[in-house]
């Protein structure tokens, strides 16, 4: 079998008739060449079927132009996200890599090594625990969820890390509004993890800190019987369902932990004999797209998931190529109700 030959700068340089200089400017991204030239050069790259050497230039630049990215799991819960990541890179020369955490610390710990080891230049990351970053040397950009606020206060913190986020808390206070509308004090909650030890506990009390905002503002006293822990799972929402209607009579409204675990509470209360929304109303959060395919369609919390990935990717990038010593680069986008016919 014959040899796979390499075509280098010089290949591209000689047919063009330019530089090599001029070649490794052009695929650096360099404004210093003409646009015709620039065009000529990347148009005879092509052609050859040129293909970078991240090891090689990773050495002469200094930078690997690898991006790593870290997600909890590999469903369709963060592709919206993924989906911004990979559109702001499409723009850039830097390459994605994508590691699963399986929302372990021990695997988040993993994989940041194997991402430092590589090395990447930076890191797009939803983080299990905020421990595992301590002692990272590149830059981080956290996504979708982060501990902006004090978990059992709401309040605002102030941190020196980077992060994009929709406000949860801002998104459960307008929904508990909503419900408090039509239903009064006899709203009922579904929350994720309880741990405040991982950031996905922490940013379901930030969301428990909404709801209580919005009782107050109503003077509505917090009922702890009305919090639902530990909807992880679309077999949990389902118990927890079952649970919650062994309490419960008709007529009370429900908000749960996200749009797919709304599946298995509206399924649940169906074969239960419940009719939605006349006997019980339902708010999700997140806006999936299958929230208004389900039946009846899900009222939800939208979150700019798509653009929370591409904000992180772009801050991220400006981060790494300014280097940036400065202020923190830090991210809220606020949430926006979306009424649909479960409510």
């Not at 709203?187 to 309880?194: A, C, H, K, R, T």
Request: glycine share 6%; aromatic share 8%.
């Amino acid at each position: 079998m014959g040899k796979i030959k390499t075509v280098r700068l010089l290949d591209i340089a000689t047919k063009a008739g330019v530089s090599v200089s001029a070649v490794s400017k052009t695929m650096n991204g360099s404004d210093e060449i003409p646009e015709a030239t620039r065009e000529k050069i990347l148009s005879i790259a092509r052609e050859m079927d040129y293909h970078p050497n991240f090891s090689a230039r990773s050495l002469r630049l200094g930078r690997s132009r690898i991006i790593g990215v870290i997600i909890p799991n590999n469903d369709f819960s963060y592709n919206h996200v993924l989906s911004g990541i990979s559109k702001a890179l499409e723009e850039t020369d830097y390459t994605p890599i994508f590691i699963s955490t399986k929302d372990d610390p021990k695997y988040e710990k993993s994989a940041i090594k194997k991402l430092l080891s590589i090395p990447v230049d930076g890191i797009l990351s939803v983080p299990v625990s905020m421990d595992s970053y301590k002692n990272v040397f590149v830059p981080v950009v956290f996504m979708s969820r982060y501990p902006y606020r004090n978990p059992r206060t709401g309040e605002p913190v102030r941190t020196n890390d980077n992060y994009v986020v929709t406000d949860d808390y801002e998104g459960q206070r307008i929904a508990t509004t909503e419900l408090i509308k039509e239903c009064g004090g006899n709203v009922y909650i579904f929350l994720g993890s309880e741990n405040t030890r991982t950031v996905a506990g922490i940013k379901e009390h930030i969301r428990l800190s909404g709801y209580k905002k919005a009782l107050e503002e109503h003077d509505i006293p917090f009922d702890e019987g009305h919090v639902y822990w530990n909807t992880t799972s679309l077999e949990k929402a389902c118990e927890n369902t079952q649970m919650l209607l062994k309490h419960v009579e008709k007529s009370f409204g429900l908000m749960v932990a996200n749009d797919y675990f709304s599946i298995g509470v509206i399924s649940t209360l169906q074969k239960n004999g419940y009719s939605i929304p006349d006997d019980v109303k339902i708010i999700g959060f997140d806006d999936l797209e299958m929230a208004s395919y389900i039946s009846p369609s899900l009222t939800t919390i939208h979150c700019a998931r798509y653009r929370l990935g591409s904000c992180a990717t772009q801050h991220l990038v400006s981060i790494i190529q300014s280097k940036n010593t400065g202020e923190a680069i830090q991210t809220i986008f606020q949430p926006k109700f979306v009424k649909r016919s479960s409510m």
